[in-house]
T-cell receptor
Framework: SQTIHQWPATLVQPVGSPLSLECTVEGTSNPNLYWYRQAAGRGLQLLFYSVGIGQISSEVPQNLSASRPQDRQFILSSKKLLLSDSGFYLC???????????????FGPGTRLTVL | DAKTTQPPSMDCAEGRAANLPCNHSTISGNEYVYWYRQIHSQGPQYIIHGLKNNETNEMASLIITEDRKSSTLILPHATLRDTAVYYCIVRGIQGAQKLVFGQGTRLTINP
């Protein structure tokens, strides 16, 4: 069966510090991968998605970046965190679309980031 | 992707059917209706999706109006564990399947 892992589960970082959040998927190959952020009391916002190794699409301009160095690994990074980067970061994966089919997204447990 | 409108909150008694409405008046012919829910402090969970026919699975039923401008998610026998934020999302099936989450409906199941 497929599983998705995220770490760390919680993180407290000072403003201006770097960030690296990791997401890995097991039990599937060539997935689509997604990074979402949920600010306190807000809905989920798609940040990045990837359809393959080295292929990253950004949805929202910001000081965050994403990378996909391996097929089942997705990394969210920042060189300098802002207070507004605080939130709940969720990684998700889905299978590739088959003609006429929908592949649901499966979400990881999330990382709760607090920037002070 | 078409925009959706949902009530911000709803209450339902445990054991009763919870009916969550969603308006999507600008939906186009090739767009599906998807429902996810998010229990507090967890990632969203897929519930069900449909195009124009009513759908049912082990979690819920989805009723889509004939003109497809609105739909209703039905949880037939709500339990306390169904308390969550429910998101109605409309989009096509092509591309990377990006999901755009709105504010959703906060459903509270009361004992």
């Amino acid at each position: 069966s497929q599983t998705i892992h995220q770490w760390p589960a919680t993180l407290v970082q000072p403003v201006g510090s770097p960030l690296s959040l990791e997401c890995t998927v097991e039990g599937t190959s060539n997935p689509n991968l997604y990074w979402y952020r949920q600010a306190a009391g807000r809905g989920l916002q798609l940040l990045f998605y990837s359809v393959g190794i080295g292929q990253i699409s950004s949805e929202v301009p910001q000081n965050l970046s994403a990378s996909r160095p391996q097929d089942r690994q997705f990394i969210l990074s920042s060189k300098k965190l802002l207070l507004s980067d605080s939130g709940f970061y969720l990684c998700a994966w889905s299978g590739k679309t088959l003609a006429g089919a929908y592949n649901e997204q499966f979400f990881g447990p999330g990382t709760r980031l607090t920037v002070l | 992707d078409a925009k959706t409108t949902q009530p911000p909150s709803m209450d339902c008694a445990e054991g009763r059917a919870a009916n969550l409405p969603c308006n999507h008046s600008t939906i186009s012919g090739n767009e599906y209706v998807y429902w996810y829910r998010q229990i507090h402090s967890q990632g969203p969970q897929y519930i069900i999706h449909g195009l124009k026919n009513n759908e049912t699975n082990e979690m819920a039923s989805l009723i889509i109006t004939e003109d497809r401008k609105s739909s209703t998610l039905i949880l037939p026998h709500a339990t306390l564990r169904d308390t969550a934020v429910y998101y109605c999302i409309v989009r096509g099936i092509q591309g990377a399947q990006k999901l755009v989450f709105g504010q959703g409906t906060r459903l509270t199941i009361n004992p």
